[in-house]
Every structure is written in C-alpha cells, then in structure tokens.
C-alpha cells in the first residue's frame, strides 16, 4: 500500500518534477505562512498545475480554482525572507502524489490528503533515444553556469526525460501528462511524439 500524506497545496501555473527545481516568490499571506511552517517544521507542501483561475485569490470568490490531480512534493532547498515579510524560495521537486481530497482553511489554503507515488525504476537510455540525450546536452550547454544547478544522470532514462519535459519549449498540458507517466521509456516516447508534432507545425 501506497504511503498517505497530509499535507498544503500550492497551485501553479507550472508543473514541477523529481530532482526539478523551481524558484518561488512567495507574497500571499496564506503561502508565507506555508513557507514559515515548512522552515520551522522542516516539511515541505505539493506543487500542482492549476486547471483554470488564478495563482493568488480572488476575493469574492465562491470556490478554488480546479486542479490537476497529479502533483509534486517541493522541499525548501533555498529561502531568503525580504524585510516587508516576502519569501524568495528555491523548491526542489521530491515524489509524485495523487490528490485523494482537497479542503480550505480559513485562510483560503488548499489542504489535501495525498497518496505518494513509488519512484520510478532507473531505465537504461535506448538506442532509439540517444539523440535526445544530444538535445537535452545542448540545452545544459546553452544554459551555462545555470546548468549547474541542475541533478541530471544522463545514464538515467527517467532523470534525463523528466529534465527534458522541464526545459523543453512544451505547453503546459502536454507537460502535466509527460508528468502523470510512471515509465520514463513512455515519457520519451510521449516527447518524440511532441517533437514531430512540433516541427510539423513549422512548415
């Protein structure tokens, strides 16, 4: 049986991945609170893709925007609190969970019950996939000193597709089903679908 969380929610308009890393300015109340919490207890919350509305709350509002059922857990690899009580955080993604329930506090931050995903196994890189180990080695060499904050195993078909997803030029749905994938090989075969798509659509 798969292990069972509790834990906060931070909708985005983002998808976020194992070992990905994901700067943060946190100014709501509801989410420095979060951000307070998660220092002092040395816990972490769930990043989610929002389905529709807005990152900050709409006052007025009757209910939370909908949200993607498969997020991320985000620890806190860096922070640094501004003087006005603002967070600059640097969240680095942990294991893939399902939402089973949501509820809101009183502050309007999203709870939820979820259930942990297993790691995927380590898959060798096929044959058939060299050539995007190529591209994802050309966008680390474009990106510079940057790069070296990123956790990649280029022997690794679940590290190296799931870093392609993050820094490839994908829309944010294709993305949150490259994300939902429990087998890296089904990952790539998902991205090379996207790349013919995509270069078909140039001419």
Do not use: C
Request: avoid cysteine; proline fraction near 4%.
């Amino acid at each position: 049986m798969t292990p069972q969380l509790e834990l906060p929610l931070f909708p985005l308009g983002t998808v976020l991945f194992k070992d990905g890393l994901l700067p943060l300015h946190v100014f709501e109340p509801r989410y420095v609170t979060m951000v307070e919490k998660a220092i002092e207890t040395e816990t972490g919350f769930g990043v989610v893709l929002l389905k529709n509305g807005s990152e900050v709350h709409e006052k007025g509002t009757s209910s939370p925007p909908a949200i993607h059922s498969v997020g991320t857990l985000a620890s806190l690899r860096e922070h640094r609190r501004l003087d006005d009580g603002r967070f600059y955080v640097l969240a680095e993604g942990g294991a893939k969970f399902h939402v089973e329930t949501t509820w809101e506090l009183e502050d309007h931050l999203r709870m939820a019950q979820v259930r942990i995903e297993m790691d995927e196994p380590k898959l060798e890189i096929r044959n058939s996939d060299a050539v995007l180990v190529d591209i994802l080695q050309k966008v680390v060499d474009a990106m510079g000193a940057e790069a070296g904050e990123l956790n990649i195993d280029f022997d690794d078909a679940s590290s190296v597709s799931m870093r392609l997803s993050e820094h490839l030029a994908i829309d944010l749905q294709y993305r949150q089903k490259l994300l939902e994938l429990n087998d890296a090989h089904q990952r790539f075969n998902l991205i090379w679908e996207w790349l013919r798509e995509s270069t078909t659509e140039e001419f």
